[in-house]
Structure formats: C-alpha cells, structure tokens
C-alpha cells in the first residue's frame, strides 16, 4: 500500500518541508508538534499552557489522519528543561490513555521558542 502525506488545517503549520503526518499502511506517523496556533502564532505561556497547546496540535494531526492518540504506540517528548519532567508526566495523562499505554522516550533538547516538542507514532491495525 502507498504512503500518503496529511497535511491539516487544524493544527500549527509545518516549520519546514515537511508533512504533518505520513499514513503507510496500518502505521501512522507524526512530525513533531510544537506550542502554536493553527494560524502559526506560537503559544508563550506558561510550560502547561504550552504542553496542552503541543498536545492539541498533535491529537489534530492524528485526527486529520483518520485516528486518534488512542491508537499511539510510541511517543516522543522533547523537553527544553527537563524540569518540566514531572508536570508534563500530569498533563500526558490527559492525552494519552487506555489499557495499553505506547512506550515512551522523553529528552532534553535545546528547543529555541518553545518548551515542548511532540511527536508519536501510532498502529490502526487490528
């Protein structure tokens, strides 16, 4: 089966040449989400603020992709200061759910404008 790019109105642009998401077979993945609007304006907020605002972007992703986070497999959090380990942990929980949670990397990274970057992979097959 061909790959096929999604590209979605309903969350932040793309910061590049890239696609919001690519869907290949029963696996879908997602670039990395970061704190913005649909229209490009960054969220600068409090890190909760900007977490949730990540999150949304890439629930939208997985949405316009036909499938939900509930279908993740594995996810990725890049954290600009590790700190923030313990609060991102909390809302996490508000996004990601269920019996059989996906594995998990998280990392610090010198993200520049942002203090979180998301992204995942997810399984729709049976």
């Not at 309903?10 to 998401?21: M, N, R």
């Not at 992703?61 to 959090?77: F, I, M, N, T």
């Amino acid at each position: 089966m061909p790959k096929r790019a999604v590209i979605t109105s309903q969350a932040a642009p793309a910061g590049g040449p890239y696609s919001h998401a690519v869907v290949a077979g029963d696996t879908i993945y997602l670039a990395g989400a970061i704190p913005a609007l649909p229209d490009g304006t960054r969220i600068t907020g409090s890190f909760a603020e900007q977490a949730h605002a990540a999150f949304r972007n890439l629930a939208a992703v997985a949405e316009a992709a036909g499938s939900s986070l509930d279908d993740a497999v594995r996810v990725g959090v890049y954290l600009r200061d590790f700190g923030d380990f313990p609060e991102m942990n909390e809302i996490y929980r508000q996004y990601i759910k269920g019996d059989h949670l996906p594995v998990r990397t998280t990392l610090p990274v010198p993200l520049v404008g942002f203090a979180i970057e998301i992204d995942a992979v997810l399984y729709t097959g049976a």
